[in-house]
């Protein structure tokens, strides 16, 4: 059984990712956001790499049926009708759309994955859900990476947190240390630690802090929010979809 | 005040290097192996990029005074005099040589300090020390780094946990959070958790692991020995000597 967590994209070479479940974490806010956004009916989310790109997947997908989202330092980007708010993704604006989505880290994260078999999106707002699918794998495949977006490419004590109530998830219950690396052994210590203070903990992070110094407080109380939005987003194809109830995924 | 942990050279930048006071730590085993180096009376550990850079550089320096020390995934380099065990530094080989050095992760992360204003190396054989140091450089400058090796650009337990003993001592024991960044909480959580347990922890990392199963656990109990080596190395001018006492550091 090998159970990793990488806290930073950069901590990893494509051949880490290559042929292994991966589940992607951005707790504040992107993952939180996807999670919320498909919750909502949207049909798909696509992450984009920047600016640029996202405008010209808005081109080719055609802008009828695509909503922009993004941001840069947690602020709007100009020109894009959405943010990086889990509280914009409501039904009356993503029903039925795909939403074109860059942030900071997350999208970044995602963008990672390249070659990975399944690549799965977890936060607070689906840890029942992304947790199941966490076990399922470490017990059909015997591996998992959990990954972290980070912070800059650095550390994030909000991903880790979060990493580490999926891997305890993942693991059943069992407090075992075997197989899991030592950033692993970490995430399940601040649980350990933290608990059910989900909120107290996504607040002490670095970006819980700059997002209610910017006025996003309101986020960082609906990311911790356990199984809010109870769904399993699947990356696959450059797009993060719903899971198919049934399809092996 | 500033206090920052980075779990790895990864996560830097060189302008987030600069001008700034920085502790580098690789407990298993490379900063133990140097302070224990510097303590047995060598006069300098110069570190060196790979084996080419090492023989490159004992030719510069001249054969004489100079002795290859160094390791690949643990195991001396064919045709170096020494490996990278803290036991093998005693003082009939090292008194008065210079050591040239490189290492999977630790002399790399020495060399990722360029544009430092003071480059320090701690272990926890060297801890008290280095934990004034530490003390000294946020009560003079408001603000240090501290640079954990990792473990192949990534997290490491064995480095994290020492550099949480690190910022520990430079709060000088306030329990304080404001001004660390994310790393730095989960550094200082780490040894509420451990606390004196330091072999414990360091047996625990991958890195201390792989150490036993290769047969180096002695260098897992030497390295957690608290003290041992009270020196306080300094990294200046592409070479790692003892810190001049009474002289400005």
Known sequence: MKLDVAFSPRELTASEVADRTVIVIDVLRATTTICAALDRGARAVVPAVDTEDATRLEEVLGPADVVLAGERNSVRIPGFKLGNSPSEMTSDV??????????????QALLGTA????????????????????RAALEEHGDLLILCAGRDHGFGFDDAFIAGCLAERALGGRRRRKGLNDAALVAVDLVIRYRDR??????????GRELTARGFRNDVTAAAQVDAHPVLPVFRDKRITLAQHGARS
């Open 94 to 107: 993503v029903q039925g759309k795909t939403l074109v989505m860059t942030t900071t880290n997350g999208t």
């Open 115 to 134: 070659g990975a078999r399944d690549v799965f999106v977890a936060a607070a707002v689906n840890l029942s859900v992304a947790g199941a699918a966490a």
């Open 198 to 207: 989900i909120e107290r903990a996504l607040a002490l992070s670095r970006a």
